[in-house]
């Protein structure tokens, strides 16, 4: 069935770094690719989307291809802020299935 | 008014109590979610519902039924409560099959 995988966390780093957040993919069909984002005690919010291979999912400095040949979507921001501290989810959606399936999460923690 | 609404945001119950937790939206959607989300699990699906007389389990909906009674209503109830409930609830909503979700505030249960 589909699934995501990512990376483990907590990342930490320090303000001004470069963030990647590994996350790869098992699925039939051609589905579409998400990142979500949560901050502290709230719910999540969609921070960016791909939906064919190629297409460059951006927003806010983020910025993840989609990889079809390395079923791949690394999230990566060039220059993180602490505000950026939030847990990070990659997702996929269609394929084999109609609803939303997400990775574990991945903390960042960005200190100043 | 936020686009999705959960009530209550933070709930302690006892073992064996029934518990309903509900969710309303401004978006006109059709599709609504209930998932749970643990530390290390991601978001696991509950139940979803793609109009008002369309409910479908999801993967982990042992111990959980819902009710959709309008389509801005979906309510998810926990008959008899137990420890392990124990977790962070979200109701999305999505108008399309994209699976670009609108996520409420969550509801932090808590079974003692």
Not at chain 1, 26 to 50: C, R
Not at chain 2, 61 to 77: M, N
Not at chain 2, 89 to 104: E, H, I, K, L, N
Request: glycine content about 10%; overall charge neutral.
């Amino acid at each position: 069935g589909n699934s995501v995988t990512q990376m483990e966390g907590p990342v930490t780093l320090s303000e001004e770094a470069f963030l990647t957040i590994n996350c790869t993919y098992t699925a039939t069909g051609y589905p579409s690719l998400f990142w979500y984002v949560q901050y502290p005690g709230e719910g999540l919010q969609l921070l960016l989307k791909a939906t064919k291979a190629d297409d460059k999912g951006s927003n806010k400095g983020f910025e993840a291809t989609y990889r079809k040949e390395t079923t791949s979507f690394h999230l990566e921001k060039g220059s993180v802020q602490v505000s950026d501290s939030a847990v990070y989810f990659c997702a996929l959606y269609g394929g084999a299935t109609n609803k939303l399936i997400f990775g574990t999460g991945t903390l960042l923690a960005v200190q100043p | 008014d936020a686009d999705v609404t959960q009530t209550p945001r933070n709930r302690i119950t006892k073992t064996g109590k029934r518990i309903m937790l509900e969710c309303s939206q401004t978006k006109g959607h059709d599709r609504m979610y209930w998932y749970r989300q643990d530390p290390g699990l991601g978001l696991r699906l509950i139940y979803y519902s793609f109009d008002v007389k369309d409910i479908n389990k999801g993967e982990i909906s042992d111990g959980y039924s819902v009710s959709r009674q309008a389509q801005a209503k979906f309510s998810l109830s926990l008959e008899s409560a137990i420890p392990n409930q124990t977790a962070l609830y979200f109701c999305a909503t999505s108008d399309m099959d994209r699976g670009g979700y609108t996520f409420g505030s969550g509801t932090r249960l808590t079974v003692v």
